[in-house]
């Protein structure tokens, strides 16, 4: 089965200039990262704030254009962004954001909304339009009622819903979600998260889900991969990277999760913040904060290599096949 | 519950209404002296608005009712010099986001100079000494060189712990930490809990410790209230209350919680929204959303009554107590002592 999306060592580095007259700095926001997506497929990608992982995810879209490397969909490379192939390509790629509020348009009711793409990428005839927005409405779980609603009119999750409802509309395969329940209550993120398991299943959707909380990627994703200051230093299934977490970041991540009634003696608690991308540390970036850092870890940079059972990890530390995963990628 | 220290606060019947729209429908809360309590429930359920109508933060559209006593003196009310003799020295607040709760143009070494020169008259000399000795307490790396940064250049994380530094400048005997890890990163958060852990075994100061995160509730608190639509569910111990929620609003929120270890399963979320404060719903709020609801909870509310266990509780239906040998089962590791 060939992959629904496949990254290939995507680098995009911002300039950035330091103060008014400063000099421009180069910030390598992601650097060198591959991974691919099979259809109906859930990956997960974790990591701090500013360790790339929402850039990655506009790359994965086009709408961020890579300095290089490559992405492909149904195994073409992905056209140019605002050209009209890629254009139409969007319609089976679609992006949720964290903030709905920011992400409808304040003006517009909730059946308009919903109707945007459909009339953009002219997938439905006009007579057959209102059928489907109320289709979509019931798929996610709104009211016919609240057709005519504007956004300010409805709860933080009842928005959210519009806007999964409208990334719907075009019946994408591909849907690429940063933080979409970040900012819901825990009882409205339960539904939410019910929701899109429910709506991927049956509509076989691949999904990239962004997300800093561990505890709701670990419910949804079916691969996750680590991300720290713009590269991948961990990925595996779902079902063992948080129980036996091989990197030591990864280590430290599903340990700083606050289990409920868990106390917080004996947990690893890192010390220090991740760094500043513009200014990264040599060797493996993770090494000034790594409980188990080595002479080898502040000189080289660890590539990510298999470590068996289908997970691949970055880190001296861990113990791997000796070529890295590109170079076995590269020679196959 | 906390017969054995004496109260420093006690809150009775403390209502709150924005333009005749009522939020807060009567609390009643005592915090202990050095004790850690935590509030949680969903947003808008009235959690941050009482301790902020408790110092007199809210605006003036705000009105106020009921009692607000710290160490038997009346604050609601009370003149404005009264509330300052409070605020900042017996009681202080930090937020959610520390960056806007600092002063952007100035040094942070200044910030804390001036807290310390408000609170307890410190100058000069004696006030750098000792607002250095606060930076490193509060863990800032290399206190005497960043002394004169900028906020801007600290990171999130750093700045709330600037802040925590900025609120014990004062010796607060009670420190109230409204979400304080909620913009931060997870490694960093966990390293914020651990900071007020230790503080509090430092200094013996009282913590009052809002958050919609249960998770973060149970790392540093002693005794959880539980809030929906402006009042006092439940009350408990935290071991009481993790091992067994009796209100089904608490059981709820815990089935809600997606769990990082165990199998990868549907979450369990509560049906329905919180509802707007100006149509609550009649009888018990909680009701229409309520697995549990019979006819009568749509009609009388049931008032917070102090139940056997040393728990409160505000349910006419409560969830049942389960027998012993589920409870063990139930009671996650750590907590059984």
């Not at chain 1, 969007?90 to 919903?114: E, F, G, H, S, W």
């Not at chain 1, 504007?150 to 933080?156: A, I, N, Q, R, T």
């Not at chain 1, 800093?212 to 949804?220: A, E, F, G, P």
Request: hydrophobic share 40%; charged share 25%.
């Amino acid at each position: 089965m060939t992959a629904l999306i496949e990254a290939d060592e995507l680098v995009r580095i911002y300039e950035v200039r330091r103060g008014l007259f400063g000099r421009s700095s180069p910030v390598r926001a992601v650097d060198g990262i591959s991974l691919a997506v099979m259809p109906g497929e859930t990956l997960g990608i974790v990591g701090e704030s500013g360790s790339g992982k929402s850039t990655l995810g506009r790359m994965l879209l086009g709408l961020d254009p890579a300095q290089s490397g490559e992405v492909r969909f149904e195994g073409s490379p992905m056209p140019k962004y605002g050209t009209s192939g890629w254009r139409a390509l969007r319609a089976k790629m679609q992006l949720v954001y964290q903030d709905p509020l920011a992400a409808l348009d304040r003006r517009l009711t909730i059946a308009a909304q919903i109707s945007e793409p459909l009339d953009i990428h002219r997938l439905v005839p006009k007579e057959h339009q209102a059928a489907r927005i109320a289709e979509l409405m019931a798929a996610v779980g709104l009211r016919s009622d609240q057709a005519g609603r504007f956004p300010h009119e409805l709860s933080g999750g009842q928005r959210q819903r519009a806007v999964i409802a409208r990334a719907l509309a075009s019946r994408p395969k591909l849907l690429v979600c940063d933080e979409p329940v970040s900012a819901l209550d825990v009882s409205i993120q339960a539904q939410v998260v019910n929701m899109l398991r429910d709506l991927q299943e049956k509509n076989g959707i691949a999904m990239v889900f962004i997300s800093h909380d561990l505890k709701v990627v670990r419910n949804i994703a079916d691969r996750v991969a680590v991300m720290y200051l713009g590269r991948v230093v961990e990925e595996a299934s779902s079902d063992v990277i948080f129980r036996l977490p091989q990197h030591p970041y990864t280590k430290a991540l599903v340990s700083s999760v606050p289990i409920p009634g868990k106390p917080l003696e004996g947990r690893v608690i890192l010390q220090g913040e991740p760094p500043n991308p513009a200014n990264r540390p040599s060797g493996c970036a993770f090494h000034p904060r790594c409980p188990v850092a080595r002479d080898i870890c502040r000189t080289s940079v660890p590539a990510l290599r298999r470590t068996g059972n289908g997970r691949t990890a970055a880190c001296h530390a861990v113990a791997g096949e000796t070529a890295s995963v590109e170079t076995l990628r590269r020679r196959a | 519950m906390s017969a054995a220290k004496p109260d420093l606060v006690a809150l009775r019947d403390l209502k709150v209404a924005f333009d005749g729209v009522q939020v807060l429908h009567g609390i009643d809360l005592n915090v202990a002296k050095g004790e850690a309590l935590g509030l949680v429930g969903e947003s808008g359920c009235g959690k941050s608005v009482t301790w902020l109508a408790a110092l007199g933060l809210l605006p003036g559209k705000a009105a106020v009712t009921g009692s607000v006593r710290v160490d038997g003196r009346e604050l609601c009310g009370a003149r404005r010099a009264a509330l300052e003799e409070v605020r900042g020295g017996r009681i202080a607040m930090i937020f959610q986001d520390p960056s806007s709760s600092l002063n952007p143009v100035l040094r942070i070494g200044r910030q804390i100079v001036e807290a310390l020169y408000i609170h307890r008259g410190l100058r000069g000399d004696a006030a750098r000494v000792e607002a250095l000795r606060l930076m490193d307490m509060v863990g800032i790396p290399d206190a005497a060189r960043r002394f004169d940064l900028y906020p801007h250049e600290f990171s999130g994380g750093q700045c709330q712990r600037l802040m925590i530094a900025m609120a014990l400048a004062g010796q607060p005997d009670l420190l109230i930490a409204d979400e304080p890890t909620t913009a931060l990163d997870a490694t960093i958060q966990a390293q914020i809990l651990d900071l007020l852990n230790t503080l509090r075994a430092e200094t013996g100061m009282a913590l009052v410790f809002i958050s919609h995160d249960l998770g973060a509730v149970s790392q540093v608190c002693e005794r959880v209230c539980v809030m929906y639509a402006g009042r006092i569910v439940e009350e408990g111990s935290v071991a009481q209350l993790f091992s067994e929620p009796r209100h089904p609003y608490t059981r709820g929120l815990f089935d809600a919680i997606p769990r990082i270890d165990g199998p990868r399963d549907r979450l369990i979320p509560i049906p329905g929204t919180v509802p707007n404060p100006k149509h609550l719903p009649a009888g018990c709020s909680f009701s229409p959303r309520c697995p549990r609801a019979v006819d009568a909870c749509g009609s009388d509310y049931p008032h917070l009554e102090p139940q056997g266990d040393g728990r409160r509780l505000a349910c006419t239906r409560p969830v049942p107590v389960v027998t012993r040998g589920d409870a063990e089962r139930r009671i996650p590791e750590g907590l059984m002592s």
